[in-house]
């Protein structure tokens, strides 16, 4: 199931998500720019490696930073593997991103996207606290903001597209059931390895979570005044 749009409006226009999608799309045609030699570098001085950031003061590092390596946590969240890794992020920060950034405004929601980016960095650190493959993507961000979409809009619908064998459809989902099917997915696949931050993703959403909960308690749009 892919989901390609919601049916929940905004008051307000979504600075911050367009930006940060345009800041992403930038970073990744410059990535685009750079021979394979010089990309791997730039992921390895700019990704968020868990030895470097659990052994700061370690003499045998693999592979130095170019910024101290707590500030690769927010570096990492720009940069991406490839196409798909970069559009399918851009996908769900376009859908769901919007009507968080318009409960929260715009300067309390780049601070949640960070926070939450920051916490899965973190997650996926504590997994393996000696792996020395760079995370990248801004999947873990991204995840906060459906933790967060989950607890204030479970009820929302979500045009999805269906694909099953040659069956094709777009069909109206709750959001509760197409975000509760996702974090599911992350668990099942949680330390099967390969190329997925899959503790990342479980971490960003469950900040997202509490995160939203710990805003709630500061000034909101007066449409959102219904929401417990």
């Keep these: 199931m892919i989901p390609l749009k919601d049916d929940n409006p905004t008051g307000q226009f979504p600075l911050v998500t367009i ?21 791997e570098a730039l992921i390895f001085r700019y990704g ?13 590092l693999l592979y130095v930073t170019a910024l101290p390596a707590i500030l690769t946590v927010f570096s990492s969240l720009f940069l991406h593997g490839g196409f ?9 920060l376009w859908i769901f991103g919007d009507n968080i950034e318009d409960y929260l405004g715009h300067l309390r929601f780049m601070l949640f996207y960070l926070i939450s980016g920051f916490f899965a960095a973190l997650f996926h650190t504590l997994a393996d606290i000696n792996a020395t493959i760079p995370v990248i993507g801004a999947s873990g961000a991204i995840a906060g903001i459906l933790g967060a979409y989950l607890v204030l ?7 999805t597209l269906f694909l099953f064998i040659i069956i094709v459809r777009i069909i109206k989902v709750p959001a509760v059931l197409i975000l509760g099917l996702w ?19 479980i971490g960003g959403f469950l900040t997202g979570m509490i995160l939203i909960k710990v805003f709630r308690s500061a000034p909101r749009p007066a449409r959102y005044s219904g929401l417990r």
């Excluded at 052994?55 to 045998?60: E, G, R, S, T």
């Excluded at 809009?153 to 045009?159: K, M, T, Y």
């Design 19 to 39: 930006g940060l999608i345009a800041a992403n799309v930038l970073v990744y045609i410059y990535q685009l720019t750079l021979p394979s030699l010089q990309l």
């Design 48 to 60: 968020a490696i868990p030895y470097n950031l659990t052994h700061p003061l370690a003499k045998d």
């Design 84 to 92: 798909l890794h970069l559009a399918s992020n851009m996908l769900y």
């Design 153 to 159: 809009f479970p009820r929302a619908n979500v045009s």
């Design 183 to 201: 974090f599911l997915i992350q668990l099942l696949n949680a330390g099967s390895g390969g190329a997925v931050a899959w503790f990342a993703h």
